[in-house]
């Protein structure tokens, strides 16, 4: 069940409805319930290994905070994590290892019958994977207590709307708040609506139309050089944005309908003057998952300069991998490792009153922005090779410009009405993005009057209706990881 399908659209609106009808006392049980429903509407499977996860991390959390010494705490700790890093490693190695080998055995290098079975990556588990390690470590910390109460700290592990790719939670800010009496909040309510609208055009409008170039070109990239290289790249750095910000949007906004608040995610990364502060704003519960537990027990930044420069690459290639274990995920992932790299050495120091007093200069938008980019090659291409070809000829013919110009309008190959679109809604994006800096955009729209706020609601809603592709759910590209 896809956020942009319209069975999810049945299910929210049974789900809200009901999650009010009954007493406190019992919503969590229904948002447990609930929660199953949703996730195992994808495949039963999924469902019992999600139980046993919750099964095993309660457990052992609970022995580990009353194991009497250090030695069995950290026992307990790794018997919960390392089974979880196995399956995780399992599920993102066996298929490429497969493919591999099925590829040696046609071209003859083995003697035996091509393998065809298919190991396919359970939807979301990287995800609840990562919140149950986190809680369990959190535990052993001290920093936080275990949960007693099974069916919350199920619905912890479990609560839809951040299932399927995140926001990852913690603890400490979730639990409570499924413990708490939540009455109904009209605000709270309307707001998530109108955020769950903004992804849905994020995902809807931008996303999946610019999927639709960008998947032609990188799935074909030796059909094409010059300029065209390089603006399909910038269309997928806008696609892998609105994308998984528009699934993140979507979950938050969901979230907000039954009164529970989970982090932000996304902060307008594109408005980033170095690498490092990219990363401070995208994908936020996943780079602060691997700051607290990788980079920091790895020794973070207190430690020699070469040892720091070290945790920074190890971090990242972790990130890299684990994205997907072919080389051009690690080559991205070591990219951004040795850009982080370059900033400390360069600018030395991280504290925030250090990064405060940095100052930045309005050339370092576009240059952050065209070397993220340049990363992206290696994200989206589907072999080394491909990424090679594509750097190679991004400036393929550059000496004639008009015909390094016409060749990828040709090459697009996009209707005027169809680019203008595009235009116009990267415009919307990048306006909302830049306010957002500022302001929170939705209250101020909703602070205003009648005659002007719903004309925009009505707007947005048009325009998600006329230009998403009409019946088709397309998946959201964190699924895969």
């Keep these: 069940m896809l956020f942009n399908s319209i069975s999810f659209g049945i299910f929210i609106m049974i789900a809200f409805i009901l999650y009010y009808s009954v007493p406190h006392r019992c919503r969590w049980c229904f948002l447990l319930i609930a929660s199953y429903a949703f996730y195992m509407n994808l495949h039963i499977g999924y469902g019992i290994l999600l139980f046993m996860t919750t099964v095993l991390t309660y457990v052992l959390a609970l022995c580990l905070e009353k194991a009497p010494t250090p030695g069995s705490r950290k026992k307990y700790l790794l018997s919960g994590i390392l089974p979880l890093v196995l399956i995780l490693l399992f599920y993102k190695t066996a298929g490429p290892v497969i493919d591999r080998l099925n590829l040696m055995i046609n071209a003859g290098r083995l003697a035996m019958q091509p393998i065809t079975v298919r190991i396919l990556l359970p939807a979301g588990i990287s995800f609840y994977f990562f919140q149950s390690i986190g809680y369990l470590a959190d535990v052993y910390r001290g920093k936080i207590k275990a949960e007693r109460h099974f069916g919350y700290y199920a619905l912890f592990i479990s609560f839809f709307p951040q299932l399927l790719a995140g926001p990852i939670g913690r603890a400490e800010s979730l639990l409570p708040q499924y413990k708490k009496e939540r009455p109904f909040d009209y605000g709270n309510v309307t707001y998530g609506l109108k955020l769950m609208a903004w992804g849905y055009f994020k995902k809807l409008v931008i996303a999946d139309i610019f999927a639709d170039v960008v998947n032609e070109v990188y799935d074909n990239v030796h059909a094409y050089v010059g300029m065209v290289l390089i603006v399909v790249t910038v269309m997928f750095a806008i696609e892998i944005y609105c994308d998984f910000s528009g699934y993140s949007d979507i979950a938050i906004g969901c979230a907000k309908l039954f009164g529970i608040d989970l982090m932000t995610n996304f902060k307008s990364p594109y408005f980033s003057f170095s690498i490092r502060e990219f990363w401070n704003r995208w994908h936020i519960s996943l780079s602060t998952w691997f700051r607290d537990y990788v980079y920091i027990p790895l020794g973070g930044s207190r430690v020699p300069r070469w040892r720091h420069c070290l945790n920074l690459l190890i971090t990242f290639l972790v990130s890299g991998f684990w994205h997907g274990s072919s080389l051009t995920y690690i080559v991205w992932g070591a990219l951004h490792g040795l ?83 595009m235009l116009a809604s990267v415009a919307v994006l990048a306006l909302y993005d830049a306010l957002s800096l ?44």
């Design 339 to 421: 850009l982080q790299i370059m900033e400390t050495l360069v600018r030395p120091g991280t504290g925030k009153g250090a990064a405060a007093k940095r100052r930045k200069h309005l050339w370092q938008l576009p240059v952050t922005f065209i070397v993220l980019c340049f990363t992206w090659i290696f994200f989206r291409a589907n072999s080394m090779q491909d990424a090679g070809w594509i750097i190679s000829r991004l400036f393929w013919d550059i000496g004639r410009p008009l015909n390094y110009l016409q060749t990828c309008i040709i090459s697009l190959g996009l209707p005027r009405v169809s680019a203008l679109g």
């Design 438 to 481: 500022k302001y929170d955009v939705i209250n101020v729209l909703s602070r205003q009057k009648f005659f002007i706020r719903w004309p925009v609601y009505v707007l947005f809603l048009v325009v998600i209706a006329l230009f998403s592709h009409k019946g088709v759910a397309t998946e959201f590209i964190y699924f895969q990881f």
